[in-house]
């Protein structure tokens, strides 16, 4: 029990190592059985996953542990898995290890398990062997680094050259808006007094304006006033027509009313006949209940008779004798009236249910009267709203007409006092004019220190350009570090590899658990490896 404490706290890799050496040519036998390998290879890396401490950890606890069951074995309930714990808990210290596990799912005897050689005769070429492993993963994991530095220091030549270009590119636009500046300045010197000549001619044309906008006036208030004149006659037929519409909404109204109360007649006569129906309901349970009553008396008095007629003992028959003596003592006339009663009480009732329901019926047939008649005042209402939106159509379109003129007299006398305005902002184009000429002298003068500013960017620009060649530099010498490391981890695989190999044939069987753990290992790292690295460590192995 010592033993296996102090194998239970061992890391998780140690324990798969020791399970797989002391079962590698029996109970499991991993030599024959490569996939049972594999699985120890799956138990070890899901016990990793899931303790906190990773590598390091030796034992789960009964929750990791049922996780641990579920994903790699088979599903089990909180019972059996509790169940299944107190059977792998060897050393009830209410905590799992990977040994316990493996004990639990091989059902091997962990007293041999524990006492199982592990290939100590060879402890110091599977050491080295190991620490060859150890370091072709380092190796691998110093190229990925190197590879990763190379393509940051890449990036960042690339940026530099990016900029470069950038900053060049800038001080050319520079100049050339230097250049475009000036001469856009010169162009508006000379616009600005093609400005003012035209501003003459537009003062001339807008006297000719004024002219056509008297005219254009009064014809517009010509045709407002016809379109006044319509409008009135429209709202004329718009008045009668809604007269109309209003008397047949009345006439809706009153049918409508006259709707509702023959619903709630109808409705008063269904609750009236509801009402009669659950009462002789009732009244039949209750002669049901007379009914059930005497046929209970007659089948008491049926078996007392039996009881007394068969071979049963003389007390029971006395008994029995008694008791129908009792009963038919009883006088039955009470329950017979009741019955009679009550059957008259209930042909009295379907009388008043069916006059109920005739009374229902008739409601219901006033009310479809009196929705008809609702319905055809809605058909005249609905005739008569038609008229009467006909009529306000004729109503709006008058209007319309009727705006449209005001809006032509409106924007007559606008254009009118257009023209009386265009002469004197001719005036004032000309004045503008001038100062153009004078804002574009300004602006040749800044396009000339712009000009100098661009010098200035490409002083910059070629500095940028020095930077991203040093860039360049330092990323090609970063590339040939990460080549370099590459060179190493593929002599560094090889070797050990090689090592291997060797070590695998020297060996007793009593350490190949940890020789195929250390492949395993091997083949796990290859699949970091691209495939040109891959290539090339087949290569150096040959």
């Not at 680094?145 to 001080?171: Q, Y």
């Not at 059957?343 to 069916?354: F, G």
């Not at 006059?355 to 229902?360: T, V």
């Amino acid at each position: 029990m010592e033993m296996l404490k102090a194998l239970n706290a061992k890391n998780f890799k140690e324990q798969a190592i020791w399970f797989l050496n002391a079962y590698w040519a029996t109970g499991p036998n991993f030599k024959e059985n490569p996939d049972e390998a594999e699985v120890i290879w799956k138990f070890n890396a899901k016990c990793v996953e899931l303790h906190e401490n990773g590598q390091e950890g030796s034992e789960l606890d009964e929750f990791k542990a049922h996780r641990l069951l579920e994903s790699l074995d088979h599903a089990l309930t909180v019972r059996d898995m509790r169940k299944v714990l107190g059977e792998v808990d060897l050393d009830f210290n209410r905590h799992v290890s990977l040994t316990e596990l493996l004990i639990y799912k091989y059902k091997i005897d962990w007293t041999f398990l524990v006492n199982a050689a592990q290939g100590e005769q060879d402890a110091e070429m599977l050491a080295l062997a190991q620490k060859k492993v150890e370091e072709s993963q380092q190796a691998l994991s110093d190229s990925e680094v190197a590879k990763t530095k190379a393509i940051e220091e890449e990036k960042l030549a690339i940026t530099h050259e990016k900029t470069a270009v950038s900053a060049a590119k800038i001080s050319k636009d520079q100049e050339e808006a230097a250049l475009n500046a000036e001469t856009e300045a010169k162009g508006t010197e000379a616009k600005a007094i093609r400005t003012e000549k035209e501003a003459i001619e537009s003062e001339t044309q807008a006297q000719l304006t004024e002219a056509s906008a008297i005219q254009c006036e009064k014809s517009a208030k010509k045709a407002e006033m016809e379109a006044i004149h319509a409008e009135m006659e429209a709202q004329n037929a718009d008045k009668e027509a809604r007269k109309a519409e209003e008397k047949a909404k009345d006439i809706e109204s009153q049918a409508f009313d006259a709707e509702t109360k023959a619903r709630k007649a109808e409705e008063e006569a269904t609750k009236a006949a509801e009402i009669q129906e659950e009462a002789e309901r009732k009244l039949q349970e209750a002669l049901d209940a007379l009914k059930r009553e005497e046929d209970a008396f007659n089948s008491k008095c049926k078996e007392l008779e039996d009881i007394a007629n068969s071979d049963a003992g003389v007390v029971k028959k006395g008994r029995a004798k008694a008791e129908l003596a009792q009963l038919k003592a009883k006088d039955p006339m009470p329950l017979q009236t009741a019955k009679i009663h009550q059957e008259a009480a209930i042909r009295r009732q379907q009388r008043a249910t069916r006059s109920a329901a005739a009374a229902r019926a008739a409601a219901q047939q006033s009310r479809a009267s009196a929705e008809k008649a609702r319905v055809t005042a809605v058909q005249e209402r609905e005739l008569a709203e038609a008229a009467a939106q006909k009529a306000r159509v004729r109503k709006e379109s008058a209007e319309k007409t009727r705006t449209i003129a005001e809006k032509d007299r409106i924007n007559a006398e606008e254009a009118r006092n257009k023209a009386e305005t265009a002469r004197v902002e001719a005036e004032l184009k000309r004045s503008k004019a001038e100062a153009a000429r004078i804002d574009a002298e300004h602006t040749r003068e800044i396009a000339v220190k712009a000009a100098a500013e661009a010098v200035e960017s490409a002083k910059l620009a070629e500095e940028a350009k020095v930077a991203s060649i040093s860039a360049r530099e330092k990323a090609v010498e970063s590339r040939k570090e990460a080549e370099a490391a590459v060179e190493n981890m593929i002599k560094v695989f090889s070797d050990a590899q090689s090592f291997l190999e060797k070590t695998k044939a020297a060996v007793a069987s009593a350490g190949k658990g940890k020789i195929w753990w250390m492949e395993r290992e091997f083949e796990e790292a290859k699949k970091y490896m691209s495939q040109a690295q891959l290539e090339r460590l087949a290569a150096a192995g040959k």
